[in-house]
């Protein structure tokens, strides 16, 4: 079988590029679906993983960048900014990399994972440490693409949305049809949007019969959706969605309510559990932020708001490896022992 293309290749006619669109790509996209045994069988339905870890810089940002790169590059941009959490941020500074375009970001000081740090770091992005959150930061990003010839690749430029919505088309192709539910973590609202986005499009004129629900879950400390208004200081372990003012609020409060869904809280507790779960039962290593909509899915179940035989979808945003310490800290420590099979084989409980 050919390789995958990237997602632009892949769905290009499904995307606003043209002819002379250079495409800047790292093949992102083509993730695996995995089904979810333990899931499966907490729930009673059929439950899958879109794994957006398994991109090229290790989230589902990369979706979005190709495309958003790639119009930078056609209009002619020299260099790109963004505000983030980190994943956009190691996206971006990937991507400008093979376009030749000089990256900068816009971080919240202390608040990103040191995974995600190194990668904005290794591909040489210009890195400011805001003394803010990162709605401060996107504030000052959007500031400086105003003011100076810089261009803004954070969600609220379109091509990150045309891009991110191609997820929401694999699920369908492997699929055969959208899902009952889709649940996803939700921080500045982009990826719901998108998916959202990419499920109406299937539907109007593709292979989709149906709409899924939109299921989006927020951290309980970072949780302005749910509130209904703005959170000042927000706060989460699951410093990816820590964010108190989503840029795309309205857009996810549209896809919530156009496909019958919910916008829910779910607890750091309940997070760190559906992450230790991803982990140790499922085999599937992911960030803590990606694990909120594992913990949504749960907390839903336990609420009996999940009718046994439905097919569910949760994607889970980003891979595990940017953010190790939730991982390392408060598990058993590993074992010295001398080279020798008997002294090895006793501590493994195999003598
Ligand atoms: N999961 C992960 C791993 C993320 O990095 C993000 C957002 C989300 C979920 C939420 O997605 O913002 O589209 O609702 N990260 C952004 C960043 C904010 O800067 O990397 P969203």
């Known amino acids: 079988a050919p390789q995958w293309r990237g997602v632009i290749e892949e769905y290009r006619d499904r995307l606003p590029v043209g002819?002379?669109?250079?495409?800047?790509?790292?093949?992102?996209?083509?993730?695996?679906?995995?089904?979810?045994?333990?899931?499966?069988?907490?729930?009673?339905?059929?439950?899958?993983?879109?794994?957006?870890?398994?991109?090229?810089?290790?989230?589902?940002?990369?979706?979005g960048m190709t495309m958003a790169i790639s119009q930078a590059k056609e209009s002619g941009a020299r260099?790109?900014?963004?505000?983030?959490?980190?994943?956009?941020?190691?996206s971006a500074a990937a991507y400008a990399v093979r376009a030749g375009l000089t990256c900068a970001v816009l971080v919240p000081q202390g608040k990103i994972a040191l995974g995600k740090m190194g990668q904005a770091l290794v591909h040489g992005a210009r890195i400011l440490q805001v003394d803010g959150n990162f709605d401060d930061c996107l504030t000052l990003a959007r500031a400086l693409s105003e003011k100076y010839p810089v261009a803004l690749v954070n969600s609220v430029n379109?091509?990150?949305?045309?891009?991110q919505k191609t997820a929401a088309f694999e699920v369908v192709d492997a699929l055969g049809d959208a899902p009952d539910i889709h649940v996803l973590p939700v921080g500045n609202a982009g990826n719901i949007t998108s998916y959202w986005k990419g499920y109406r499009e299937y539907r109007e004129d593709g292979p989709a019969t149906r709409t899924p629900r939109m299921w989006g879950y927020q951290a309980a400390g970072a949780a302005p959706i749910v509130r209904g208004e703005p959170v000042k200081e927000p706060s989460t372990l699951a410093t990816a969605i820590r964010i108190g003012n989503p840029a795309s609020w309205e857009l996810a409060e549209r896809a919530r309510d156009e496909s019958g869904g919910h916008i829910e809280a779910v607890t750091d507790r309940q997070i760190l559990?559906?992450?230790?779960?991803?982990?140790?039962?499922?085999?599937?290593?992911?960030?803590?932020?990606?694990?909120?909509?594992?913990?949504?899915?749960?907390?839903?179940?336990?609420?009996?708001?999940?009718?046994?035989g439905q097919r569910i979808v949760c994607t889970v945003t980003g891979n595990g490896l940017k953010d190790p310490d939730w991982a390392v800290a408060g598990a058993p420590q590993p074992v010295a022992v001398p080279v020798d099979a008997d002294a090895a084989a006793e501590r493994l409980g195999l003598a």
């Open 79 to 90: 260099a790109v900014i963004c505000a983030s959490t980190g994943n956009t941020s190691a």
């Open 19 to 63: 002819a002379a669109t250079p495409v800047v790509t790292l093949r992102e996209g083509g993730t695996p679906l995995v089904p979810a045994q333990v899931l499966t069988e907490r729930t009673g339905c059929d439950v899958h993983l879109k794994v957006e870890g398994a991109n090229p810089t290790g989230s589902f940002k990369d979706r």
């Open 273 to 308: 559990r559906a992450y230790k779960l991803l982990a140790a039962q499922e085999g599937v290593f992911v960030e803590p932020a990606s694990a909120a909509s594992v913990a949504g899915l749960l907390q839903a179940a336990e609420l009996g708001l999940v009718d046994a």
């Open 158 to 163: 379109p091509a990150r949305i045309e891009g």
